[in-house]
């Protein structure tokens, strides 16, 4: 190979702006496009989806000078100040160099190899790493810090060039132990050198500060620079190799053939196109991406993108993080990265491509789209039409304003409606259609045509909303609301049109008939798209999901059948039979076998792909008109948020990398460790925080995480897009912890990534440690036990002198009585010398003297106590004990059992406590009682004698009656003509008299009997009426009027009758007598009956009679005073006694004039306050 | 049945008792359950015979024949008690036109006996 010349091509510097091209390409005639920009749409920079990280806001930690990746999938970067990061696409994790590796010197360079390994290339070495392991370094030094100038071998070995002056042997080749370079000696010509690419033959291309050269061999051809390089400066920095075999080279120098030149024609020469000087450029990083473009990465430029000759540029002011690009790196995923002074960005392409004014559009205006059967897209824009023709955006001239519709016919002619009239593309010119009565048809909504031939227009025109039938260029007919609504129009497959109005119906117009369907659409009813299927279906995109038509019946695609969200603005299914929904939330992809599907089942859930604004979808709210469509190579395109976005299904089939997780650390309390296997954690975790990743790039934001730890995990946990686990408190234990990820297109990796690990026990957890415990705490109890014992041991003893010295006998038993023994007490009292007694012998003489009972009670005793052993029940009883002088007293004797836990009987307890004096005050009280109740008896009696009179009285008068009814009936019967009626008349009489009588009888007897007291429920005034009765006469004889003003709602009080109407007989009978000397006024009584409260009625005798002083008041409720010459004195006490015994009270008070008024209250009776007592009263 | 007898008792038992009693002999008979009542009728003039309760309630029967008396409505009266021994009532009661004083409970025939006596009765002592 001859030695390249110093000519080369003079670059032409002669830059063509857009708008230059434009002017001086603009061609005057009736139709003329205009190319603004040669484009591939899938590979225009500014589509790319780009991403930076960028030092200024903190995303990235430093200036990138270096980037490699791992065959673990994580991506690596060398900062400009010689830290290293593992990257997972979220997080930047610091490397820490191992200790080994301290011998390479500062690092400059690193480089990922097929093994997984990485090379770490230093100031005075290389390094091998593995596994955060050093595997193996060579000292070399003399590296200079140009990042990509490292060839790997299929073997993993590496070649390096050596950049430092005064190096003779610039290039080495590299194995984890062993160094080898070559020089002059070796054929290579020029030295320090700086670039390096392997010729794919065995051979190197190596790029110095003067020239190219290609060595393989021992052989070489040197290619100089054109020109001279600055002094110091370093020349050819980068090497690259097209996939044309073209070698392009990054010179770090302007000038010609300096910049971004390539091999040609034998010499290096600028790259220069009509558009674009490479010459002008420091290049300091090339790079040819998989799509076979050229990265080319610049000194203060930014990024240049060549493919052909169309250059792309993206600087900082297109976002780039930095403006000097040091190295570029594509990743699996096919993302292209570049390291900048100031950060990261990553380029890749979107899912969904978008077409903006950057792109060539005339403005982000688009309000429609055509895709025209040439694969012509048309493009409505703001008072401009565009179109794309094989990847170029064009402009076209177009006379008329706002574009509104667009339609194709059938014979190729392209209709534009807009909103000043419709026009005709025909034979390459816009022609206006005529108008009927040369009136502007206005705005053209839509614009279809039907399967009969006729161009169907949807106009507002003449301020009225119109549908034209249009054939042959004219229009034929008009038709309007309501007879024909306009709305979105659809040519139906047999004949006829679909309009979808805008009241949501569907009608189908066919031969002049409409026949409309309602789709019960109410968010927004008018259709935002109507497309009549060749089977005959319909589908309708309406607001909120898609409604489908099928033989007369409707059914809706809605977000319960999958879809991300309701609102379609527009659809198509493009040539592979495949659909595609234009949402609010992005574009839904899915075979037409599932509509199908939903076809079958209304309720079917869509198999769905989603296209959102992460793989660049731009949503919009409303739909433009046409703004779907699907272009004969297979992609669809839509009109979205004023931009046209497109999807090529052939580039959306690559699926993504499948997700792989790692574990990446584990941090207990705040402390990190490595997250190597079978982790021994230290005892007690409090918290602990496990950190997982799974490497990927393209939408990190997708990539989602689902773990669990066992055994604290019954199930997945969801993580979402979150990289930690936490757990608090850890028991000592084994610990399995599992984690999996799902890629950016949400396939799960069902294979988890593993770790185990172990959380050690606290001293407290261990083994030995409880059973010291355990040893502490039998030793502290047999301590606690003995002093208890001591304890024990005393209180008994004072236990025991409490029992000797306690004023009662006390005895002890075995469970069936046997073994008694006895107090001292018992001896004192006894004067027995026996405190222990044998056996329980109740038919032992010896037994029964011994136990020095009353004879009288000894057997009752007996019975109760074998009772009491045989049921375990406790039992008392009173009972005589002999005396040590031989007489008797009365005790009270209690026997208790001491039971155990399940009720045993282990022991008895006996008490007897002397009651004699008791008993005997009991006695006494007992014959008092008995005296009181004697002395209310003779009371009775006594005024029964007071009443002898009247009582006879009343019984003479029924008797009377008796005795003259008998001898009337008598006569009546006898004679010659007896008078039966009045003689049955009169025995009538006598049967009631002589009860009458009988009932007089009864009362006294109830007053005078010794009976039981029995309280009960009492009507007070009926029982005051019936002591009435029998004073009556007695009243009546001493001229005394009764009046009884009882309160008629009396409530019923609780008490005995018996004793009550004494009270009341003593009261009234009292009264009578006062009143017995009056005779100056008249002679009253008065008894009246109240509720007084709510507690007691209270019952008022009042006489007009002489009247008590105060003090008598007092004295007339004592015993035995009494101002009556025969009376005992009693009365009045009694009845006190007997009230008080109710509940009840008795006085007296004087009367306003004279006399005296008695009172006595008496409770009221509730039920269930009755009882029963006996006595003598 | 020319002859009429009255009685006034305030017992009901009596009043009818006697009332049937009476009849059975046929001689006629009215009862009174006051002295009160017994004015206000219509037969103060024409009772041949009265058979007075001695304790009635108000004007007592022993008050009502003195009144008779008085206005010189004389005619013969029996009194009847149940309280026998009244003893002051009963020389209250006495005077030429009283036939007799029972005590309940008499028998029958005691007072019919008493009551055809008195529609016999001629005072001892003739008063003008």
Not at chain 1, 413 to 427: F, I, T
Not at chain 1, 697 to 719: E, G, H, N, S, T
Not at chain 1, 1047 to 1070: F, I, R
Request: charged fraction near 25%; hydrophobic fraction near 40%.
């Amino acid at each position: 190979m001859p030695l390249t010349t110093r000519s080369g091509f003079v670059g032409v510097r002669r830059r063509t702006s857009v708008v230059a091209a434009l002017g001086t390409c603009l061609a005057y005639g009736l139709l003329l496009t205009t190319p603004v920009h040669a484009l591939d749409p899938n590979t225009r920079l500014t589509q790319y989806t780009h991403t930076s990280w960028r030092m200024q806001d903190g995303s990235a930690p430093s200036g990138m000078y270096s980037i490699a990746q791992t065959a673990d999938g994580f991506l690596w970067f060398l900062s400009s100040r010689g830290e290293i990061y593992r990257f997972d696409g979220v997080r930047f994790r610091p490397w820490r160099k191992p200790a080994d590796a301290e011998s390479i010197g500062r690092i400059r360079n690193l480089v990922g190899d097929q093994a997984g390994g990485l090379w770490a290339l230093g100031a005075q070495g290389v390094a091998h790493l593995k596994d955060d392991v050093v595997s193996g370094h060579v000292v070399l030094d003399g590296l200079m810090p140009n990042p990509q100038n490292v060839s790997i071998d299929a073997d993993g070995s590496i070649w390096v060039v050596r950049g430092a002056n005064g190096t003779s042997e610039p290039l080495c080749h590299v194995t984890e132990q062993t160094v080898e370079c070559f020089g002059k000696a070796d054929g290579i010509p020029i030295t320090p050198l700086d670039a390096l690419l392997a010729d794919g033959n065995g051979g190197f291309w190596l790029g110095g500060q003067t020239a190219l050269v290609h060595w393989r061999a021992g052989v070489s051809e040197t290619y100089p620079l054109e020109g001279v390089v600055a002094n110091g400066a370093p020349g050819i920095l980068s090497l690259a190799r097209g996939p044309d075999g073209s070698i392009w080279v990054g010179v770090f120098s302007e000038g010609a053939g300096h910049g971004l030149a390539r091999l040609e024609g034998g010499a290096v020469r600028s790259f220069v196109t009509p558009t674009f000087d490479g010459s002008k450029l420091h290049v300091f990083a090339l790079r040819f991406d998989h799509d076979g473009n050229l990265w080319v990465g610049t000194d203060s430029n930014g990024i240049l993108r060549v493919r052909g000759n169309v250059v792309d540029r993206y600087a900082r002011a297109e976002g780039l993080s930095g403006s000097y690009v040091r190295a570029f790196y594509e990743d699996r995923e096919r993302s292209v990265w570049a390291a900048t002074n100031d950060g990261i960005d990553k380029f890749h392409d979107p899912r969904v491509t978008s077409f903006t004014v950057a792109e060539g559009l005339s403005s982000d205006s688009a309000v429609g789209l055509l895709a025209s059967r040439d694969g012509t897209i048309w493009v409505a824009n703001s008072d401009s039409l565009d179109h794309i023709v094989g990847g170029s955006v064009t402009s076209v001239r177009w006379p008329g304003q706002q574009v509104s519709s667009l339609l194709e016919d059938r014979r190729g002619n392209l209709w534009v409606g807009a909103n000043d009239g419709l026009y005709l593309l025909k034979d390459g010119r816009f022609r206006r259609l005529s108008e009927p009565n040369r009136q502007p048809l206005g705005l053209i909504f839509g614009l279809i045509e039907d399967t009969d031939g006729n161009v169907w227009a949807h106009c507002f025109c003449g301020g009225t909303g119109k549908l034209l039938r249009i054939r042959d260029f004219e229009v034929q007919e008009e038709f309007s609301a309501p007879q024909v609504p306009g709305g979105r129009l659809a040519p139906d497959a047999q004949a006829g049109i679909w309009i979808g109005g805008r009241t949501g119906d569907l009608m189908l117009f066919r031969h002049g008939v409409l026949n409309r369907i309602p789709t019960g659409s109410h968010d927004n009813p008018f259709p935002n798209q109507v497309v009549a299927q060749p089977d005959g279906s319909v589908l309708a995109a309406f607001d909120d999901g898609l409604v489908g038509l099928r033989q007369g019946a409707t059914q809706r695609m809605t977000t319960r059948n999958g879809l991300p969200c309701g609102g379609i603005l527009s659809f198509v299914q493009n040539g592979d039979k495949r659909w595609w929904l234009n949402t609010q939330c992005g574009v839904v992809e899915f075979p037409d076998s599932e509509l199908q599907r939903w076809w079958a089942d209304p309720e079917a859930i869509i198999r769905i792909r989603v296209h959102d604004v992460l793989d660049g979808a731009r949503p919009s709210a409303r739909p433009p008109f046409n703004s779907a469509a699907s272009s004969p190579d297979g992609r669809v395109w839509f009109v979205n948020s004023g931009v046209v976005q497109m999807l090529d299904p052939a580039r959306l089939s690559r699926p993504a990398l499948p997700a792989q997780t790692y574990i990446e650390a584990i941090v207990v309390d705040r402390k990190e460790l490595p997250a190597t296997h079978d982790l021994e954690l230290s005892p007690h975790p409090r918290d602990l925080e496990i950190d997982y990743t799974s490497p990927s790039f393209l939408i990190p934001q997708k990539v989602r995480f689902r773990y669990r730890l066992d055994p604290v995990d019954r199930d997945w946990r969801d993580a979402d897009t979150r990289r930690q686990a936490f757990y608090t408190d850890l028991a000592p234990g084994r610990y399995s912890f599992r984690v999996m990820a799902c890629n950016s297109d949400g396939v799960w990796n069902d294979s988890a990534t593993t770790l185990e690990f172990a959380v050690a026990p606290a001293f407290y957890q261990t083994l030995w440690f409880r059973a010291l415990c355990a040893a502490l705490s039998f030793a502290l109890l047999g301590a606690a036990y003995r002093l208890r014992i001591r304890h024990l041991q005393r209180e008994s003893r004072k236990l025991r002198d409490v029992v000797e010295t306690i004023p009662a006998i006390v005895f002890e038993a075995g469970p069936d009585g046997s073994g008694a023994f006895a107090n001292r007490r018992w001896l004192e009292y006894t004067g027995s010398s026996q405190r222990q007694h044998g056996e329980f012998a109740p038919e032992d003489r010896a037994w029964r003297e011994s136990t020095c009972i009353h004879p009288g009670d000894l057997d009752g005793y007996v019975s109760c106590w074998r009772r009491a052993i045989a049921t375990g029940q406790p039992f008392e009883l009173e009972l005589r004990l002999r005396r040590a002088d031989g007489e008797y007293r009365w005790f009270l004797a209690r026997h208790v059992p001491l039971r155990d836990e399940q009720g045993r009987t282990l022991k008895w307890f006996g008490t007897a406590t002397d009651i004699e004096d008791q008993k005997q005050a009991e006695q006494e009280r007992e014959r008092l009682r008995q005296l009181e109740a004697d002395l209310a008896h003779i009371n009775r009696v006594s005024l029964m004698g007071e009443l002898a009179a009247s009582i006879a009285h009343e019984v003479n008068q029924p008797l009377t009656g008796v005795v003259s009814n008998g001898g009337a009936c008598l006569r009546w019967l006898a004679g010659d003509a007896p008078n039966l009626e009045e003689a049955r008349e009169a025995a009538g009489r006598i049967v009631r008299d002589g009860k009458r009588a009988g009932e007089v009888i009864a009362r006294i007897r109830a007053l005078t009997r010794r009976t039981v007291v029995s309280r009960g429920s009492l009507d007070l005034n009926e029982s005051i009426r019936e002591v009435l009765a029998l004073v009556g006469d007695q009243a009546k004889r001493n001229n005394v009027m009764i009046r009884t003003p009882f309160a008629d709602d009396l409530s019923p009080v609780l008490g005995d009758q018996v004793q009550v109407q004494q009270v009341v007989l003593n009261l009234v009978m009292n009264a009578i007598e006062a009143m017995s000397g009056v005779g100056d006024r008249a002679r009253e009584l008065v008894i009246t009956t109240s509720n007084v409260d709510q507690e007691q009625v209270q019952v008022t005798v009042e006489d007009s009679g002489v009247g008590l002083d105060p003090t008598t008041v007092q004295k007339a409720f004592e015993a035995f005073y009494t101002t009556k010459p025969g009376g005992m004195g009693m009365g009045l006490s009694i009845c006190r006694s007997i009230l008080q015994s109710h509940g009840g009270r008795l006085w007296a008070t004087a009367r306003d004039g004279s006399g005296t008024l008695f009172h006595f209250t008496l409770p009221k009776c509730d039920d269930g306050k009755s009882a029963t007592g006996v006595t003598g009263a | 049945m020319d002859r009429l007898v009255a009685v006034v008792d305030d017992d009901i038992s009596v009043r009818e008792s006697l009332e049937s009693l009476i009849r059975s002999v046929r001689i006629g008979v009215r009862v009174f359950a006051s002295a009160e009542e017994f004015l206000n009728s219509a037969h103060p003039r024409e009772a041949d015979c009265l058979v007075l309760d001695v304790h009635l309630p108000g004007m007592t029967g022993i008050e009502l024949h003195r009144h008779l008396l008085a206005l010189n409505r004389t005619v013969p009266a029996l009194f009847i008690t149940a309280h026998s021994s009244d003893e002051h009532a009963r020389s209250e009661a006495r005077s030429e036109w009283t036939v007799a004083y029972l005590t309940k409970p008499f028998s029958e025939d005691e007072l019919l006996d008493a009551v055809h006596a008195a529609l016999k009765w001629k005072p001892k002592t003739p008063t003008d």
